[in-house]
């Protein structure tokens, strides 16, 4: 294996890292704001990536897509636990929207901080300077990814969170009911549609909208 090679292997992983990582600790931040200590006991709320791991979202997938030549990367981390109660008693439904999309606001912001990062890409020689140009791109491309995908209203993604909060905040009762009976199939609906290039890149398409206005 080249030595390019390795390199972009850690990048990308190191990237991947801090996008799932990063996603999840922001859920629980945004609740210990609203007063909700479940992730902070728990000890979730740290930066040492060992605390966050899943070996099959943080490992096997990403590995699998990356030596299939996936044309991105993608995966997560166990998720911080939230006690969205209390969330809700101490900030109402609003307070809840806000912990469900706090992670893909952490990936579209770091996304976009990395794009302008962009213009130092030139004439990349030193092995650490290869590594930083992997780094922004992979970083980049990951992030919006992360976003983009974390938004479908699919459970257990967090756009299924933020549209079922809304339905409450909205009093839509019936429908958050009805909502409510797809979860114990949402993975296996989210899976079919991964497995459907021909809809899957109809609901990826945001994501290159999204790098095109940020780059």
């Known amino acids: 294996?080249?030595?390019?090679?390795?390199?972009?292997?850690?990048?990308?992983?190191?990237?991947?890292?801090?996008?799932?990582?990063?996603?999840?600790?922001?859920h629980g931040y945004i609740a210990y704001r609203?007063?909700?200590?479940?992730?902070?006991?728990?000890?979730?709320?740290?930066?040492?990536?060992?605390v966050h791991v899943d070996l099959v979202g943080t490992i096997i997938l990403p590995a699998v897509l990356y030596f299939s030549n996936a044309p991105f990367l993608f995966g997560w981390a166990k998720p911080v636990p939230v006690n969205?109660?209390?969330?809700?008693?101490?900030?109402?439904?609003?307070?809840?929207?806000?912990?469900?999309?706090a992670g893909v606001t952490f990936n579209i912001i770091?996304?976009?901080?990395?794009?302008?990062?962009t213009p130092l890409l030139h004439n990349l020689n030193s092995p650490l300077e290869i590594f930083f140009g992997y780094f922004v791109v992979q970083g980049i491309i990951i992030n919006v990814v992360l976003a983009v995908f974390n938004l479908w209203p699919i459970p257990p993604l967090d756009g299924s969170q933020v549209l079922l909060y809304l339905t409450q905040k909205l009093k839509w009762y019936k429908f958050g009911e009805a909502y409510e009976k797809v979860y114990p199939f949402?993975?296996?609906?989210?899976?079919?549609?991964?497995?459907?290039?021909?809809?899957s890149s109809i609901l990826f398409a945001p994501v290159s909208w999204i790098l095109q206005i940020i780059l």
């Open 1 to 26: 294996m080249e030595q390019n090679e390795i390199i972009k292997i850690v990048a990308s992983v190191i990237a991947l890292a801090i996008a799932i990582i990063g996603h999840e600790i922001m």
């Open 84 to 101: 969205m109660n209390t969330v809700i008693r101490n900030g109402g439904y609003n307070a809840a929207i806000a912990v469900a999309l």
């Open 110 to 117: 770091l996304a976009t901080l990395l794009a302008t990062m």
């Open 34 to 50: 609203y007063g909700d200590h479940t992730a902070k006991n728990a000890g979730r709320l740290s930066i040492n990536p060992i």
């Open 186 to 199: 949402g993975i296996f609906i989210l899976f079919g549609i991964l497995f459907i290039p021909q809809l």
